[in-house]
């Protein structure tokens, strides 16, 4: 009966897409809970170990590459099924895997053997969450407005997990790991109501071998713009936790400090989200330049924030990358969604989840060796900051 009255109010593209930000607002809450900790908990499961901080970083490095691996495999294996199953159905499977997945992770702190099929689990939530979940802000979007459709879902993520990173690092702190999986993973399954409210949805691009040899001549660059979205949000996401966390060596201050620049930071989302769409709609280049400014200055900070030594200076440079990547990310994401237009939705994503797990394996293989040295850090997040570069050539989708 609620499903009824949701579509009787709403038009059909409306209420897909609303659902949509439904989704988004609960797995932000939860990954904001969750995230930024993860990498956490692996490296000290590796100190216990090992009894060392070098053991903590081969722990985490080697369960960051396992993932990223699992991924590159999942996809073939489930994205012919995510497009005869349907994205309602990959999704629901993808919220149980997560379910599973946590309490591996509170498995692990038993024994370590438990991280590998952590890590495999993992790799098959990633692809059976993204695939539909990208291919349905494609869909369900509208391409007049497709600035802002990216900016209300970054100011979903970031506003719901604006005081998720305080809250972990508070309940992670004071009763543990154990307790806080348990919280994120009740918000995780939350996440998987509004997903009834949307239609059931198809696709039929068909993804093979052969033809991921014939979009690679057609998109060369494209997928190395991929690789180096997946090297810049590799650093981003595992390795500037842990960072901050040697840094500061408190789990409540790493909290603090992330949700403070997360909600800082929501006006560049809204700015960012708003000029795209103005200057695409001239018709013109002006939505390259965005995206070529927002990318420089966003690489810049990606390196200076490898200075930070102290809770102010960690707060001051993160949020100051914080506003500078919606400059970066959301023409970034307007040209990948108007790529998935041309070329195949289900197609593109599913290519787009290879190449971008190549780059994250590339940080985990960099980073095992690189940390172990001085200045190691600092290589990185320059690395980082290549990939981020490496984004580039995306610009030619503009006003396609």
Do not use: C
């Not at 014939?214 to 660059?221: G, L, N, P, R, V």
């Not at 280049?285 to 690489?299: C, M, P, Q, S, Y």
């Not at 900070?301 to 200075?307: A, E, F, H, I, K």
């Amino acid at each position: 009966m609620i499903r009824r009255w949701w579509w009787r109010r709403k038009n059909r593209s409306e209420s897909n897409l609303q659902a949509s930000y439904w989704n988004t607002f609960f797995r932000a809450m939860a990954i904001g809970l969750l995230g930024i900790f993860v990498p956490i908990y692996v490296y000290l499961i590796g100190v216990e170990w090992g009894s060392g901080w070098k053991t903590g970083v081969v722990f985490l490095m080697f369960f960051l590459a396992l993932t990223r691996l699992t991924v590159i495999v999942a996809v073939w294996v489930t994205a012919r099924l995510i497009e005869v199953k349907g994205f309602r159905w990959s999704i629901t499977v993808a919220g149980f895997l997560g379910v599973v997945y946590y309490g591996l992770l509170v498995m692990a702190e038993r024994s370590v053997w438990w991280l590998v099929p952590a890590s495999v689990v993992l790799g098959f939530e990633i692809v059976l969450y993204w695939i539909p979940r990208l291919s349905m802000n494609v869909d369900f979007g509208h391409k007049e407005r497709m600035g802002k459709e990216i900016g209300v879902r970054n100011m979903i993520n970031r506003g719901s997990s604006v005081l998720g990173p305080f809250a972990g690092g508070v309940i992670a702190g004071m009763w543990g790991f154990d307790i806080l999986f348990g919280v994120g993973v009740s918000v995780l399954v939350m996440s998987l109501i509004p997903i009834y409210f949307m239609e059931k949805h198809k696709h039929e691009d068909g993804v093979g071998f052969g033809d991921l040899v014939s979009f690679w001549k057609d998109e060369k660059q494209s997928l190395v713009s991929f690789w180096g979205q997946g090297i810049m949000d590799g650093v981003s996401a595992w390795i500037w936790p842990l960072f901050v966390f040697i840094v500061i060596g408190s789990l409540e201050e790493l909290g603090a400090v992330t949700s403070a620049a997360l909600g800082v930071s929501m006006l560049g989302v809204f700015l960012a989200s708003k000029s795209f769409d103005w200057l695409r709609s001239f018709g013109g280049d002006e939505d390259e330049r965005l995206f070529v400014t927002g990318n420089v200055i966003t690489a810049v900070m990606m390196v200076v924030r490898g200075l930070a030594r102290g809770v102010w200076s960690v707060f001051g440079l993160d949020l100051l990358y914080q506003a500078a990547l919606p400059w970066m990310s959301v023409p970034l994401y307007g040209y990948i969604y108007t790529l998935a237009e041309r070329k195949g939705v289900v197609r593109v994503i599913s290519y787009r989840e290879i190449f971008y797990s190549l780059g994250v394996v590339l940080v985990a293989v960099v980073g095992v060796v690189v940390l172990m040295w001085p200045g190691g850090w600092q290589i990185v997040f320059g690395i980082g900051a290549l990939g981020g570069l490496m984004t580039l050539p995306m610009r030619k989708e503009s006003n396609q």
